[in-house]
Each structure stands twice: as structure tokens, then as C-alpha cells.
């Protein structure tokens, strides 16, 4: 019987050494005590060791997370098929253990980090979309080990694995792993390629088997995923605040009256003694006061807005409402509506001043369409009029006709017909050009069952341009290690492939060189046109300036652009050069530095062909969005992990960067003193040459800097943008770098990081959290953006993707980015307005509504009597004005949604947070200060020494009581009716309603019915029907209303007539525009062409050409054709060496960009 098999986790701290220049701790023989050795250090519990035996589940269920499945739900139940005792069967992703082997199939989403072990492709390889986690739409090659790759789809053999694993423990590098596999007395060892990591899709893959190395919260997603925070509002933060001042104000006041009571009874109170049949002594006037004060106390309380809590639950909740019926955030392509997932942060929608925005997926569709072409000096792709004007595309214009071409892909659409045109006449440079692309790629082919052509692209960008060839004429079929075979025009034709030269971040180009059935040798090359221009052969002059001219107005359109060429080359030479390259191929040192070497010289003297733009497809209204949320003074960040020119590509399409700008600065220092220096350069060139600048290290003025950067940063004149790597940005957030760097961010009107890692997505946010003390908001639609998700004041998620992650951490979630412009400047703005209107009207009514009893107390000995009846008191708040306030909070509008969207500018009120602060909560407390005196001493005046009509003497408690209660109620009825801006039939009845239902408790609790039932609880029997009667009474009433609103009324007058908002302007305009209103004009997009910027973007990983030519991508049932000349040797393990070194990209210099200073 074999041997357990053990899974080890190890720390790697000071263990053995390993060949490989791995440092590993001991490994567990079987037999040995297993368990989990932890120690403490650093006041943290640390991981030293994990044992997981494969296949054993009962042992393996200690690394089971509880409750895990709680936040993740939608993801862990999952289907995914698992080998449980020999057998594979079906189980939820939350059920699956450490140590488990799974069946992966293609399109099927990985939750587990997972140690490949076979697939379907030849030697154990796999493709996978990293999208989610890097932001790359190209897919990246995994391979599992030669030796584990032989297991194949052999259940039998796969349930007796029983290999020892020793690796890292839990980490978040993403682009690093590091362990050995101990297995048939050998040793392997462990990278990251080797490693299908949590939130990849496998792609192009029938099948594949994996074990589980990390799961839950060990998986390397989960650890960039950062903590959950609770999240609060700063009106929530100001509400605390205010609650404990008004407490504070509360016991002022007592303490006030309690003083008052005790003067009173030492000075006044005597004379009462013997009407009350106190004997002189008995009660302390100190002790009285003491008494007064906790009685007061309570008499006062409902100053401190105890159900304020509530409301504002109740009103959060109705807006949250909003926000998920609201019909135009509903993508009815998917079915999904908006979807508010927390109900405390709506009004902080009305407060963003800066949004950190995901590219792939979020802003884009990860979708490459071929829009337009350069050949030989002539644009395709163009629409032209009958005057030969050129035109837009839209729906009525009718495409090229594809349909009589069975290869033909139905969803490409092309308008240009004269293209077709060309290639019917036998155009031999548009045929040239098709024919390059169709043999310069690195696409895979296959038949699926109906006998259509499936191709498997490594990169979105090279199936677009296959795609296009193949619908005019020129379809790629198959190939083989040798040979290439494409349909012209209905003609096989077959290619012999002498070399690939691959593509590189350095060479940005990538090249084939081809035998055609002539003989002739040709070199077809596509890339970067800044590099490939200075390889052309001089004869190209007038052409190269055609075609440049041509990608300027490409890249003036947001389109990804590459220039494609060819050379002839002789027989004789290119054998010498592939004799040179197989030489420089077995060579142990400067291997690559020679071959590179050898690319150079066999690429030059190219003939231009043209250029392809193509389009990678933003979603729908991002431009328009993004235009407008600019103007409401928002900034816009995007942080990505795609690649420099990729993200400059999209930043140009978004109209993020422009050509206007002033200038463009690219930071992509290797180390913290190139950063640092590279700042100060920007900083220089963005402020002159007068002004001193810090030295980086001084942190103890950091909060005086920033705040004399604010005030620079309103003097900055002209557009400015920063684009900086992930490299250069891990030196930049160190401490003695960021404020550089934030200060310069934050002068620059768009910045973009690329190559960024999900924990420096968050470290950004927190940066600008911190040192800004803005409000921000982050949206992606992928699991590296969970988390700047949560680090973000709001978080919001794009749904309908391949991932939940973003939606499952999210506050908000919808499925296109557009509908980010309606809930920040509707929903948002909305939300704030209420919210502010709804605070400051509470705090008025209630100060109105209790501070009638302070002024009561200096009249009735400082008693502690209350002016009101019990019951008003008690149903004043619950009854008679909690309704007209509640709809104020939920329904108000100062401007329609329309005019919230047309003019963006209505938005920077809560970017400044002027509708409610302190300095508003004190107006607010001075008007209810104001109204209580108004409430208390004009009906006190008015009944001093005077008689009813019937002479008799209305002067008494109780009357005085229910004229002060009625005037209050119509007080802030009236005050609610004048703050309400948008009437609904809703606002009408609890407004007017709340008045009749005042006068119908009333009477009711006034009359001889009820008192005869409960006379103790109701003694104002008929007081009412007596008071309200009389007709000075009621002018009583109408002179304290009158005074107390008028000069409200008359200010808001007078502040709009003279000093109207930007809200008071529109709602001027709505009223005059209400009968004929013209319809709104959608900004134009307008785009101003240059010739010094390059539109080249191309998404592709180095490795593909020598994965292709060594032939271990290829099935073994399609073996190659012989060849007369043999094609390009490699060391059979060189491509595996280089795809491993070179899959993290290194960042090339971005110096020939005319916008770049520095």
C-alpha cells in the first residue's frame, strides 16, 4: 500500500537549501506527527508549517474557513467537479478541500489556487484569461510538469498521486510562487507557471485537472483583496458630532433653569410655604434646584433628536429604493438592474471628487473590432457622400456583404465597399496586405463539430485582424510547426515557416519569415509604427508620409494602431543569418542578446504596406460620461494592470487625454531615487522654475504642504496628465516619495497607473483618502479591483462580467459604466439635497418645537410645568410632523433628472459641502431659537390682561397651551411647504393632512366623551372648543405665523433675486421652459488630429513564437509536413525558460512621444 501523500505549506526562513536557490523548511516524512505549528511573533499568530494529505478530506478539514461562504455565496456555489474516492462527483465550490483534485473544463471560472497536474493540449499546457486579476484581455500559457502531464484524464492514476509539495506560505504577490515537488524520488520545482491562480477562466482548454494548493482566504486573490471596512458617511460622522453638542446644550439649559429655580425659591418661594402647607425649613432651595434640573431634563429632551436616527434610516432606505427601480439603469440586454447593496451611503453618492476607474471591463468591452486600414497610401474604412464628403456610420448605412463567403464571420461588419472593390480588381498591395495578415499572427485554428473555423487567439488585438482578413478574402485555415496554410481568394495556398521572430515590450514589433509555392523567401512584419518607420527602406519616403499622416487621424480617433511591412529576402543571405541564428540559439552566454542582435539586422530595409486601426470597444456612452463627470469637477483615475500604451490608447479614446493637453507626464523611474527625481522634473516643468520644492524627506509639514497645495492647485492653469507604472509607483508610495507624487497627481487633471497590482490599487486610494480628505469612489468589474473596492468611500461594481467578486464587495452595482453619471449626479446629488433639506428642517422643528418650554420656565417659578398638554407632547413628533418631513427627505428635487444630467455643474454644492454644516446647523438653530420666542411671547403679549368676547378672562393655562400648540403646527407646516421644491400628491396629503389630523385629536381629546371615559388622562376638556372659537384667538394665531415665517420668506426673496444659485437659475428656466422645452444636444465628440502621437497599442505576451515553432501547442493527429529546408531550431526547454523570465512585461521607454517633457 502506498504512502500517504502529504501537502506542505512552509515558511521559508532559514530552512535548508534546495537546488534551485529556493530556501525550504524540512519535509514530513509518513509517520510523522502531523499538525499545525503556529508561534507568536510580533504579537501575530504565524503559519510555519501545513500538512494536507491529498485525497484524505476528514484529515484536510482543519483548513476549512467558517463562514467564508457567507460573503462569497454566488462563487462557492458553484459547480465543480472533484475526485472523491476514486471517483469524480460533483460539488459546491465551498465544499472543496485542500489537497482535492478538481476537473477543470474551458470556459469554467477557477475559485482555488490550483496546481496544474494534465490537460487536454499536448505536454500538459492550458490557457488562461487573467483578466480579473491583471486586467489583461491576452491570454497566458500555463503548462504543468512533464512529469504529472503524463497523467492525462486516467482517474485511476490520478487518485494514486502521491507527491510531497513544499511550498510559500499564503501571499499576495501575484506574479510569484515558489515550491518543490518531491514525487518518484526526484524533485521538481514550482513557479508561476505552473499555477492557475483564483479568478482566471480557462480558455481554449477542453479539459484540465488541478490539485487545490490555496483556498478561501489563503488564495492569492483573497489576500490582495484586503479587509471589509465599516463605511460611514460624513454627515453620519457630523450627526454624532452635532448629537453631543445639542446634549451638551441640553444640560446648559438645565442647569440654567435649575439655578433659577433655586434663586426663586430662596427669594420668591417663601410666600407659597403656607399655601402650600410647607413648614419653613423643611425643603432646600438647593435641593429644589437639584430636583428642577433632572426634571428639566426630561421636559428638554426632545431637543435632542433622538428619532433623527430613524428617519434617516427610513429616508436612506426609500432613496435606495430609487436607485434600484430606476428603469433608465437597467441594461436590458442582461436583464440586471441597478442595484443599491447598502442603504448608508447614498447621500456620500452627492459628494465624489474622486472616482479610481478599472479599464478592462469597466470602461472597455473586451472587444476588438477592425475598423479601418492604411494601404498604399489609401484609407479604408472611410464613408463618403454623393460629394465625395465624408460621412458618420450609422444604423441606415448598409455594411459589405459578406454573407455569399461560407468562411466569412457573420458578426464582422465593414461599411468601406471600396475595399472589396480593390481586392477584386487584384490590387496586388491590398492583397499583399491581407496576406500579411493572415500568416503574421500567432492564432490557433480548429472545426468544431458543425465544420465551422474556430480560431483560439493569445490576444484580442490578432484575432481582430485575422478576423478581417479572413472575411475579404484570405482565411487563415491551420498550421503546422513548419508550415502555414491560408485560403486566397479561394485557393489553398500553403506556407513554409522558416523563423518567428516574436514579439517583445522592447522590439514592440514581431515578424515571420515564409516560403510561398514560388520559392520566394518574404519577411511580413507588424508593430509599433514609431519603431517600425526607422526599419524602412528610404525608397518609402513619400508613402511613410501618407501612411503617418493616416495613423495620426487613427490615433486622433482612439483607435490601436499598427503599421505593417515586408521585405524580399534573397535565399543565400537568409540562409547564412538562420545558420548565425541556430548558432546563436546553442549558445550558453549572451544567448539573448544575440539573437535580438540577429532580429535587428534581418529587419530593415522594409517596403511599407499601411497600417491597421483598430478599435478596442469602449462601452457604450463611457466618453459622455466620463465629459460629463469632468465637469462636475470630478477627477478620474484609472488604475490598471494592462500595459502603458494600452491604457494611453483608452485614455486617448475616453477623452481622458487629449491632444490639447499641455503636457504628459510618464514616470517609469526602476528605483526610488529615478522616481523621486522624475517628480520633482514634472513638478518643475507643471510650476516653473521659481518655485522651491521640498526635498521628499521633511514629513513633518505634510499636512501645511498639502494644504498650500490645494490652494496652488486652483492657480494651475492649462490640462495636465501623469501616467506612471507599476514599478515606479511601488518606489512612489514610499514615505519619503508620495507626497510627491500626490501633489503632482493631484495638479493634473487625468491620471492613469498601469501595471498595477490589486494591493496598489488600494494603496492609491487610501493615499488620496488620507492626505485629500476627499470623498472617493472606486468601481471595476473584476476581483483585482475588490480591493480599491473596499478601500474607497463607495465602491461600486460593474455586474454581468465573468466575476462576482467586484459585485459581492461592492456598495453599488450596475452593469454598464455609463450608468455611474446617473447615480452620482441624479441619485447622488439627489440624495445630499434631501438629505441636507431633511437635517436642517429636523433640527429647526425641534429646537422651535422644545425651547418654548426654557422661555415658559422664567414665567411659572421654574416649576418644571410644561406648556403644552402631555399628549401634544407626546404625538408631536410621531404624528404631526414626522410624515410632511419623511416625504421632503424621500421625494424632494430642486431640478428634474434631466437638467441634474445636462448640467453637471449642479454637482459641486456636495463636493463642498455647503447645503448642510456646522455653520448650517447654526442658522438652523438660531431660526428654531427665533421661532420659539415668536411662538412664546406674542401669544403671551396678546393674552396679557385681556378679555374674550364674552368678556370673560381667556388668559388661563389652558387656552394658552392650545393656541401655542396650534401655532406651532401651522408654523411648521407652513416652514415644510416653503422648503418643499418638487410637490407630489404624496407631499399634499401628509403636509395639509398632518393639520387636519392635528385639529381632529384635537377636538377628540378636548371633548366631554373621552373625559367622561378617562378623566384623569384628558383634563382640558372642552378648552378647545372654548379657545378656538374666538376670533382673536385665531388672529393670535395668523400675527405668530405671520411673524414667524415673513422673514424667512422675505430673505429666500431677496437671496434669490439677487444672489441666485445655479439651482435657482435652472429652476427659473424650468418653469419659463415647462410648455416648450427644446431637446437636449448630446455633446459632440471632438477630436483634434496630431501628427507627434503614436496610436500603436498591441496586447500580446512574448513566448507564442517559440511555443508555436517548437510545436508543443499542436495535436499530435495533424503531424507536420516535411520540408525541403529545415526551420528554426530551439533548445527544447527555451521557450518554457523565456515564457517563464519574461512574462512580467518590462516597461519600455516611452521617450519618443513628442508629449512626454521629461
Known amino acids: 500500500m502506498k504512502d500517504d501523500f502529504f501537502f506542505t505549506l512552509t515558511t521559508f526562513r532559514g530552512g535548508a537549501s534546495v537546488s534551485g536557490g529556493i530556501s525550504v523548511g524540512h519535509l514530513l516524512r509518513p509517520g510523522e506527527r502531523s499538525g499545525i505549528i503556529m508561534f507568536c511573533s510580533e504579537k501575530k499568530l504565524r503559519e510555519v508549517e501545513r500538512i494536507v494529505k491529498a485525497n484524505d478530506r476528514e484529515y484536510n478539514e482543519k483548513f476549512q474557513y467558517a463562514f467564508r461562504h457567507k460573503s462569497d455565496n454566488q462563487v462557492n456555489n458553484r459547480q465543480s467537479e472533484v475526485l472523491i474516492n476514486s471517483k469524480l462527483q460533483n460539488e459546491k465550490w465551498m465544499n472543496v478541500k485542500v489537497g482535492d483534485i478538481i476537473k477543470l473544463e474551458n470556459n469554467q471560472f477557477v475559485a482555488a489556487d490550483l496546481l496544474l497536474l494534465s490537460s487536454s493540449e499536448p505536454h500538459g499546457l492550458c490557457y488562461v484569461e487573467t483578466a480579473e486579476l491583471?486586467?489583461?484581455?491576452?491570454?497566458?500559457?500555463?503548462?504543468?510538469?512533464?512529469?504529472?502531464?503524463?497523467?492525462?484524464?486516467?482517474?485511476?492514476?490520478?487518485?494514486?498521486?502521491?507527491?510531497?509539495?513544499?511550498?510559500?506560505?499564503?501571499?499576495?504577490?501575484?506574479d510569484k510562487f515558489m515550491g518543490i515537488l518531491s514525487w518518484k524520488d526526484s524533485k521538481h520545482s514550482l513557479n508561476n507557471e505552473k499555477i492557475i491562480l483564483r479568478g482566471c477562466i480557462l480558455r481554449n482548454t477542453s479539459w484540465c485537472f488541478g490539485m487545490v494548493i490555496f483556498a478561501g482566504p489563503d488564495t492569492k486573490l483573497m489576500q490582495n483583496s484586503g479587509k471589509t471596512k465599516f463605511k460611514r458617511t460624513s454627515i453620519d460622522r457630523l450627526m454624532n458630532t452635532l448629537v453631543l453638542w445639542i446634549f451638551g446644550f441640553l444640560i446648559c439649559l438645565g442647569i440654567i433653569l435649575a439655578i433659577g429655580n433655586s434663586i426663586w425659591e430662596s427669594q420668591t418661594g417663601d410666600q407659597f410655604r403656607t399655601f402650600l402647607f410647607w413648614n419653613e425649613g423643611e425643603k432646600s432651595s438647593v435641593f429644589s434646584g437639584f430636583l428642577t434640573f433632572w426634571s428639566y431634563i426630561i421636559i428638554l429632551n426632545t431637543v435632542v433628536p433622538i428619532s433623527l436616527y430613524v428617519s434617516v434610516e427610513v429616508i436612506r432606505l426609500g432613496h435606495s429604493y430609487f436607485i434600484n427601480w430606476d428603469r433608465k439603469m437597467y441594461y436590458s440586454r442582461k436583464a440586471i438592474p441597478a442595484v443599491a447593496r447598502t442603504t448608508t451611503l447614498n447621500e456620500e453618492l452627492g459628494q465624489i471628487e474622486y472616482i479610481f476607474s478599472d479599464k478592462t471591463g469597466t470602461l472597455t468591452q473586451n472587444i476588438m473590432t477592425f475598423k479601418r486600414c492604411s494601404i498604399n497610401g489609401r484609407i479604408y474604412g472611410e464613408v463618403h457622400d454623393d460629394l465625395d464628403q465624408k460621412t458618420e456610420i450609422t444604423q441606415e448605412k448598409e455594411p459589405v456583404d459578406f454573407s455569399v463567403k461560407s468562411q466569412a464571420d457573420r458578426e464582422f461588419q465593414f461599411f468601406d465597399h471600396h475595399l472589396m472593390e480593390s481586392i477584386k480588381m487584384g490590387d496586388p498591395k491590398v492583397h499583399e496586405f491581407l496576406r500579411l495578415l493572415a500568416l503574421c499572427h500567432t492564432v490557433m485554428s480548429e472545426e468544431n463539430s458543425a465544420g465551422e473555423l474556430i480560431y483560439q487567439v493569445q490576444s484580442p488585438d490578432e484575432g481582430a485582424l485575422v478576423t478581417a482578413a479572413r472575411n475579404f478574402g484570405f482565411i487563415f485555415k491551420s498550421r503546422t510547426p513548419e508550415t502555414i496554410t491560408i485560403e486566397e481568394l479561394g485557393t489553398l495556398v500553403t506556407y513554409q515557416l522558416l523563423a518567428f521572430l516574436d514579439f517583445n515590450n522592447t522590439r514592440k514589433r514581431m515578424s515571420v519569415i515564409v516560403r510561398n509555392p514560388e520559392g520566394q523567401i518574404k519577411l511580413y512584419s507588424k508593430g509599433a509604427d514609431t519603431i517600425l518607420f526607422e526599419k524602412l527602406h528610404p525608397s518609402n519616403e513619400v508613402l511613410l508620409s501618407l501612411t503617418s499622416d493616416h495613423l495620426s487621424e487613427f490615433a486622433g480617433e482612439g483607435l490601436r494602431t499598427l503599421a505593417i511591412a515586408y521585405r524580399d529576402l534573397d535565399d543565400k543571405y537568409f540562409k547564412e543569418w538562420h545558420k548565425m541564428l541556430e548558432d546563436a540559439n546553442a549558445a550558453t552566454e549572451e544567448r539573448d542578446e544575440r539573437i535580438a542582435g540577429l532580429y535587428e539586422e534581418i529587419e530593415r530595409d522594409l517596403m511599407l504596406l499601411g497600417a491597421t486601426a483598430v478599435e478596442d470597444k469602449l462601452q457604450e456612452g463611457v466618453i459622455e460620461t466620463v465629459t460629463s463627470l469632468s465637469l462636475a469637477n470630478i477627477k478620474i483615475w484609472v488604475l490598471t494592470g494592462d500595459k502603458q500604451e494600452t491604457a494611453i490608447n483608452i485614455g486617448y479614446a475616453c477623452n481622458m487625454l487629449t491632444d490639447d493637453m499641455n503636457d504628459v507626464f510618464v514616470i517609469a523611474g526602476n528605483n526610488a531615487v529615478e522616481v523621486r527625481e522624475e517628480l520633482r522634473k514634472a513638478k518643475q516643468n507643471l510650476f516653473g522654475q521659481n518655485r522651491n520644492f521640498s526635498n521628499g524627506h521633511v514629513v513633518c509639514e505634510k499636512k501645511q504642504q498639502l494644504e498650500l497645495d490645494s490652494i496652488v492647485e486652483e492657480t494651475i492653469t492649462g490640462d495636465y496628465a501623469l501616467i506612471i507604472n507599476g514599478h515606479s509607483l511601488a518606489h512612489a508610495l514610499e514615505s519619503d516619495v508620495k507626497n510627491d507624487l500626490l501633489e503632482l497627481a493631484c495638479m493634473c487633471k487625468t491620471v492613469i497607473c498601469c501595471r498595477v497590482t490589486p494591493l496598489q490599487k488600494a494603496q492609491v486610494v487610501e493615499l488620496v483618502k488620507k492626505y485629500r480628505n476627499a470623498v472617493t469612489l472606486a468601481i471595476g468589474d473584476g476581483a483585482n479591483d475588490v480591493s480599491m473596492i473596499k478601500s474607497a468611500h463607495i465602491g461600486v461594481g460593474i455586474s454581468g462580467q465573468e466575476g462576482l467578486q467586484a459585485v459581492l464587495a461592492s456598495d453599488y452595482s450596475f452593469a454598464q459604466f455609463r450608468y455611474l453619471q446617473r447615480l452620482l449626479l441624479v441619485h447622488g446629488r439627489w440624495s445630499y439635497f434631501r438629505m441636507c433639506k431633511f437635517l436642517c428642517y429636523f433640527f429647526y422643528k425641534n429646537f422651535a418645537f422644545t425651547l418654548v418650554h426654557f422661555w415658559f420656565g422664567f414665567f411659572c417659578g421654574f416649576s418644571a410645568q410644561t406648556v403644552y398638554d402631555q399628549w401634544f407632547i407626546t404625538l408631536f413628533n410621531i404624528v404631526y410632523t414626522s410624515l410632511p418631513v419623511l416625504a421632503m427627505g424621500i421625494f424632494d428635487q430642486d431640478v428634474s433628472d434631466q437638467n441634474s444630467v445636462d448640467c453637471p455643474q449642479l454637482y459641486k454644492p456636495g463636493q463642498l459641502n455647503l447645503l448642510f454644516n456646522k455653520r448650517k446647523f447654526f442658522i438652523c438653530v438660531l431660526h428654531g431659537i427665533y421661532t420659539s420666542l415668536v411662538l412664546f411671547f406674542?401669544?403671551?403679549?396678546?393674552?396679557?390682561?385681556?378679555?374674550?368676547?364674552?368678556?370673560?378672562?381667556?388668559?388661563?393655562?389652558?387656552?394658552?397651551?392650545?393656541?401655542?400648540?396650534?401655532?406651532?403646527?401651522?408654523?411648521?407646516?407652513?416652514?415644510?411647504?416653503?422648503?418643499?421644491?418638487?410637490?407630489?400628491?404624496?407631499?399634499?396629503?401628509?403636509?395639509?393632512?398632518?393639520?387636519?389630523?392635528?385639529?381632529?385629536?384635537?377636538?377628540?381629546?378636548?371633548?366631554?366623551?373621552?373625559?367622561?371615559?378617562?378623566?384623569?388622562?384628558?383634563?382640558?376638556?372642552?378648552?378647545?372648543?372654548?379657545?378656538?372659537?374666538?376670533?382673536?384667538?385665531?388672529?393670535?394665531?395668523?400675527?405668530?405665523?405671520?411673524?414667524?415665517?415673513?422673514?424667512?420668506?422675505?430673505?429666500?426673496?431677496?437671496?434669490?433675486?439677487?444672489?441666485?444659485?445655479?439651482?435657482?437659475?435652472?429652476?427659473?428656466?424650468?418653469?419659463?421652459?415647462?410648455?416648450?422645452?427644446?431637446?437636449?444636444?448630446?455633446?459632440?465628440?471632438?477630436?483634434?488630429?496630431?501628427?507627434?502621437?503614436?496610436?500603436?497599442?498591441?496586447?500580446?505576451?512574448?513566448?507564442?513564437?517559440?511555443?508555436?515553432?517548437?510545436?508543443?501547442?499542436?495535436?499530435?493527429?495533424?503531424?507536420?509536413?516535411?520540408?525541403?529546408?529545415?526551420?528554426?531550431?530551439y533548445n527544447s526547454t527555451s521557450w518554457i525558460e523565456n515564457l517563464c523570465k519574461k512574462t512580467t512585461d518590462t516597461v519600455s521607454s516611452f521617450s519618443q512621444d513628442k508629449t512626454v517633457k521629461l
Open 134 to 174: 491583471d486586467g489583461e484581455t491576452n491570454l497566458k500559457v500555463r503548462h504543468a510538469l512533464s512529469v504529472t502531464s503524463e497523467l492525462g484524464a486516467d482517474i485511476s492514476r490520478l487518485a494514486g498521486f502521491d507527491g510531497i509539495v513544499v511550498c510559500e506560505v499564503p501571499n499576495n504577490k501575484l
Open 938 to 1129: 406674542i401669544p403671551y403679549g396678546a393674552f396679557y390682561n385681556v378679555a374674550g368676547e364674552d368678556g370673560q378672562h381667556i388668559a388661563d393655562y389652558q387656552s394658552f397651551a392650545v393656541t401655542m400648540a396650534t401655532s406651532l403646527v401651522i408654523v411648521v407646516s407652513v416652514q415644510i411647504a416653503l422648503d418643499t421644491s418638487y410637490w407630489t400628491f404624496i407631499n399634499h396629503v401628509f403636509i395639509w393632512g398632518s393639520i387636519a389630523i392635528y385639529f381632529s385629536i384635537l377636538f377628540t381629546m378636548h371633548s366631554n366623551g373621552i373625559f367622561g371615559i378617562f378623566p384623569n388622562q384628558f383634563p382640558f376638556v372642552g378648552n378647545a372648543r372654548h379657545s378656538l372659537t374666538q376670533k382673536c384667538i385665531w388672529l393670535v394665531i395668523l400675527l405668530t405665523t405671520v411673524a414667524s415665517v415673513m422673514p424667512v420668506v422675505a430673505f429666500r426673496f431677496l437671496k434669490v433675486d439677487l444672489y441666485p444659485t445655479l439651482s435657482d437659475q435652472i429652476r427659473r428656466w424650468q418653469k419659463a421652459q415647462k410648455k416648450a422645452r427644446p431637446p437636449s444636444s448630446r455633446r459632440p465628440r471632438t477630436r483634434r488630429s496630431s501628427s507627434r502621437r503614436s496610436g500603436y497599442a498591441f496586447a500580446h505576451q512574448e513566448g507564442y513564437g517559440e511555443l508555436i515553432t517548437s510545436g508543443k501547442n499542436m495535436r499530435a493527429k495533424n503531424p507536420p509536413p516535411t520540408s525541403g529546408l529545415e526551420k528554426t531550431h
